[in-house]
Antibody
Framework: QVQLVQSGAEVKRPGASVRVSCKAS????????IHWVRQAPGQGLEWLGW????????NRAQKFQGRVTMTSDTSISTAYMELSRLTSDDTAVFYC??????????WGQGTMVTVSS | DIVLTQSPLSLPVTPGEPASISCRSS???????????LDWYLQKPGQSPKLLIY???NRASGVPDRFSGSGSGTDFTLKISRVEAEDVGVYYC????????FGQGTKLEIK
């Protein structure tokens, strides 16, 4: 079946970087954009950006310009999101989601990233 | 950025009763192709969000027909005709017209 499986939980120190992976299966990986969304504890959803696995084009939310890098490896149908210069405000669950037509029809299970000294 | 404002933020409902959530946008979400780029998602406790309604009024595959979406331009509504216990969670509207943004979320609970 179509699914996105994300990497496991991470604990990072302030100032460090974190990379989250999102492995797609059950469909042609290059057919759809992969978006990244995060959710701080008890808070709402915040869009970070997207990557087009077919060619690697990306678009990031203004807030994360210069701090988020999105890449993909089509040989293993996996997208990556790296967030640098972490602070405690970056503690959140990070989700990848497939964008098909105009909607997020498939979501990953989420990856908890904790930033703590 | 387009700002989405949901109301109410908390919605206690008796099972079997209807429920309604409003989502207002700071800009029109009606594109030149005639489609409204507004979706509704439900996030149940401990789970990832799940698509309910896309393009304002289209039910996603497998979504019960007690859920319906309506509206156009800047005003949208999600309605549940008869709330069931499994409908608890946080409902989000999301605009996909430009640089996706989400509403604050509406927490539906059972009375």
């Amino acid at each position: 079946q179509v699914q996105l499986v994300q990497s496991g939980a991470e604990v990072k120190r302030p100032g460090a970087s974190v990379r989250v992976s999102c492995k797609a299966s059950g469909y042609s990986f290059t057919d759809c954009l992969i978006h990244w969304v995060r959710q701080a504890p008890g808070q709402g959803l915040e869009w970070l950006g997207w990557i087009n696995p077919d060619g690697g084009a990306t678009n990031r939310a203004q807030k994360f310009q210069g701090r988020v890098t999105m890449t993909s490896d089509t040989s293993i149908s996996t997208a990556y999101m790296e967030l640098s210069r972490l602070t405690s405000d970056d503690t959140a669950v990070f989700y990848c989601a497939r964008k098909k037509d105009s909607t997020y029809d498939i979501w990953g299970q989420g990856t908890m990233v904790t930033v703590s000294s | 950025d387009i700002v989405l404002t949901q109301s109410p933020l908390s919605l206690p409902v008796t099972p079997g009763e209807p429920a309604s959530i409003s989502c207002r946008s700071s800009q029109s979400l009606l594109y030149t192709d005639g489609k409204n780029y507004l979706d509704w998602y439900l996030q149940k406790p401990g789970q990832s969000p799940k698509l309910l309604i896309y393009l304002g009024s289209n039910r996603a595959s497998g979504v019960p027909d007690r859920f319906s979406g309506s509206g156009s331009g800047t005003d949208f509504t999600l309605k549940i005709s008869r709330v069931e216990a499994e409908d608890v969670g946080v409902y989000y509207c999301m605009q996909a017209l430009q640089a996706e943004t989400f509403g604050q979320g509406t927490k539906l609970e059972i009375k």
